[in-house]
């Protein structure tokens, strides 16, 4: 599977446990990955490469099924 591909299921899964509508974007001219809402108007991750958007999604994913789990 692509990493972009990747990308965009963990995404889906974000959310999905937030109840959100989050956007990724991708311009190698200005740096990368950028995660923001679905409008574009805020950002939530500035633009990184891709290694580094996969690892920050991920750690949103562990981090909100661990905090449902103590609750």
């Given at each position: ?18 109840g959100l ?26 633009r990184v ?11 949103m994913i ?10």
């Open positions: 599977m692509k990493r972009s591909v990747q990308l965009l299921t963990m995404l889906n899964r974000v959310n999905k446990l937030l509508e989050l956007d990724l974007n991708y311009a190698s001219h200005y740096g990368g990955w950028q995660l923001t809402n679905k409008e574009g108007s805020h950002i939530v991750k500035h490469s891709i290694k580094e958007m996969y690892c920050f999604l991920d750690g562990i981090g909100v099924e661990h905090c449902k789990k103590c609750i």
